[in-house]
C-alpha cells in the first residue's frame, strides 16, 4: 500500500441522527490501521486490537475542541498483548502501539480472540490533555476486552452519555478494511428515538465488512439512512507521529546533568527509540556534552 497521503487518507463523518436526539461518528480507518500494522509488525490479533483502539481515539480526538490538545486511550487487561496505548489529536491525526505486538492466540472458531489477547482483568483510562491544570481522566472496567464494548461503557458511565459503539478490523495478510460506529444518545432524546436506534443496534455490528463493500458514504446509507441523518462535518483522520530529534532532545536536556553526565561517560552515547513510529535516533557524545551544556544553563 502507497504511503502517498492524499488517496490513502480514511476519513471521519460527524452525523446528527433523528433531528438532532442522537449523534454519530462513522469512521473508515482501514489505512491508518495498516500503518500501524507495519509500523510495529502487529499480530492478526494484534492488528485488531490496536486498530480498534486507534479508531475509537480517533473519534475521541475529533469531540475535542482545541487544536493542541489530545486524548490517550490506554487499555490495559491483563492479558498476553499487555499495554495497548492511542493517542489523538482532533486535526485527526492517530497514533499508537501495543507492548507485545507479536502475540497471536489461537482463534475461537472463525475470529480473532482479541478479548483472550487484551484480556478481562483491568481498565480502560482515557486521559485528555486540554491545557487545564490537571487533565480530565475517565477510567472503566473492562467488560469484555473486546474493546468496542469496553469503550461504549466507558462513554455511558464515566460521560454519562449512553452510547453505542461498534469496532471492527479485516485482516487477512494486510488490513482489508477497519471502521467505526459511535453513537450517543443526547439529552433529552425521546424513547421513541431510543427504541429506534436500540432496534438497530443488530446492523450496526459488522461494521468492518460495511465498510470493505460501501465505504463512508455506503456506509452512511446502508446503517443510518432509517434515522434521519444529517452529515454535519468530514474530517480526514491518520496515522502520524509528531515526533522530532528537537523534541527528543528537549527530553535528553530536562533529564539533567546527573543523567546525560552517565550516558556520556559510561554509555558514550545514547540511542532513543519513538514507540509510536519506531524512528530510532542516534545522540553522540560531543552532541550529548553539547546538550549537557544547555542543561547547565548555557548554550
Ligand atoms: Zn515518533
Same mark, same amino acid.
Not at 168 to 185: F, K, N, P, S
Not at 276 to 281: D, I, P
Given at each position: 500500500?502507497?504511503?502517498?497521503g492524499?488517496i490513502?487518507?480514511?476519513?471521519l ?5 433523528l ?8 469512521v473508515?480507518s482501514t489505512h ?5 500494522r ?13 486498530g480498534?483502539?486507534?479508531?475509537a481515539a480517533?473519534?475521541?480526538g475529533c469531540?475535542?475542541k482545541g ?6 486511550c490506554r487499555?490495559?487487561g491483563?492479558g498476553?498483548l499487555g499495554?495497548?496505548?492511542?493517542v489523538?489529536?482532533n ?10 505486538p507479536?502475540?497471536d492466540?489461537?482463534?475461537r472458531?472463525?475470529k480473532?480472540?482479541?478479548?483472550a ?9 482515557v486521559?485528555?490533555?486540554m491545557?487545564?491544570r490537571d487533565?480530565?481522566?475517565g477510567q ?6 473486546e ?10 458511565s ?5 452510547s453505542?459503539?461498534s469496532l471492527?478490523?479485516?485482516v487477512?495478510d494486510?488490513?482489508?478494511a477497519?471502521?467505526?460506529?459511535v453513537i450517543q ?6 424513547d421513541?428515538?431510543?427504541?429506534s436506534?436500540?432496534?438497530?443496534a443488530?446492523?450496526?455490528m459488522d461494521?468492518s465488512?460495511t465498510?470493505q463493500?460501501?465505504h463512508?458514504d455506503?456506509?452512511l446509507?446502508?446503517?443510518?439512512s432509517?434515522?434521519?441523518p &444529517?452529515v454535519?462535518s468530514?474530517?480526514t483522520?491518520?496515522?502520524? %507521529?509528531d515526533?522530532? *530529534?528537537?523534541?527528543? /532532545?528537549?527530553a #535528553? ?8 553526565r552517565e550516558?556520556?561517560d &559510561?554509555?558514550h552515547?545514547?540511542?532513543v527509540d519513538?514507540?509510536f %513510529?519506531?524512528?530510532? *535516533?542516534?545522540?553522540? /557524545?560531543?552532541? #550529548?556534552?553539547?546538550l549537557?551544556?544547555?542543561?547547565k544553563g548555557g548554550v
Amino acid at each position: 500500500m502507497a504511503d502517498n497521503g492524499i488517496i490513502n487518507m480514511d476519513g471521519l463523518m460527524r452525523i446528527s441522527l433523528l433531528g438532532g436526539q442522537a449523534r454519530a461518528f462513522l469512521v473508515e480507518s482501514t489505512h491508518m490501521v495498516e500503518k500501524a500494522r507495519q509500523i510495529h509488525h502487529l499480530s492478526r490479533t494484534a492488528t485488531a486490537a490496536l486498530g480498534r483502539t486507534l479508531t475509537a481515539a480517533s473519534v475521541l480526538g475529533c469531540m475535542l475542541k482545541g487544536a493542541d490538545e489530545s486524548v490517550t486511550c490506554r487499555i490495559d487487561g491483563g492479558g498476553p498483548l499487555g499495554l495497548l496505548l492511542a493517542v489523538a489529536k482532533n486535526d485527526g491525526s492517530v497514533k499508537g502501539f501495543a507492548a507485545h505486538p507479536e502475540v497471536d492466540p489461537p482463534r475461537r472458531g472463525e475470529k480473532l480472540d482479541v478479548g483472550a489477547a487484551v484480556g478481562r482483568n483491568g481498565l480502560l483510562t482515557v486521559i485528555k490533555d486540554m491545557h487545564m491544570r490537571d487533565p480530565y481522566v475517565g477510567q472503566v472496567e473492562l467488560m469484555s476486552g473486546e474493546i468496542g464494548e469496553d469503550f461504549a461503557m466507558y462513554f455511558t458511565s464515566s460521560e454519562q452519555t449512553p452510547s453505542l459503539v461498534s469496532l471492527g478490523v479485516l485482516v487477512g495478510d494486510t488490513v482489508e478494511a477497519a471502521g467505526g460506529l459511535v453513537i450517543q444518545m443526547m439529552p433529552g432524546a425521546s424513547d421513541v428515538a431510543i427504541k429506534s436506534i436500540e432496534l438497530s443496534a443488530g446492523m450496526f455490528m459488522d461494521i468492518s465488512k460495511t465498510i470493505q463493500t460501501d465505504h463512508l458514504d455506503g456506509a452512511l446509507f446502508q446503517l443510518l439512512s432509517h434515522l434521519e441523518p &444529517e452529515v454535519l462535518s468530514r474530517q480526514t483522520i491518520q496515522y502520524k %507521529c509528531d515526533c522530532s *530529534r528537537e523534541r527528543v /532532545e528537549r527530553a #535528553l536536556i530536562s533529564l539533567g546533568e546527573k543523567e546525560l553526565r552517565e550516558m556520556i561517560d &559510561e554509555q558514550h552515547g545514547a540511542e532513543v527509540d519513538c514507540h509510536f %513510529c519506531n524512528t530510532r *535516533r542516534r545522540f553522540t /557524545e560531543a552532541e #550529548l556534552e553539547a546538550l549537557l551544556r544547555q542543561a547547565k544553563g548555557g548554550v
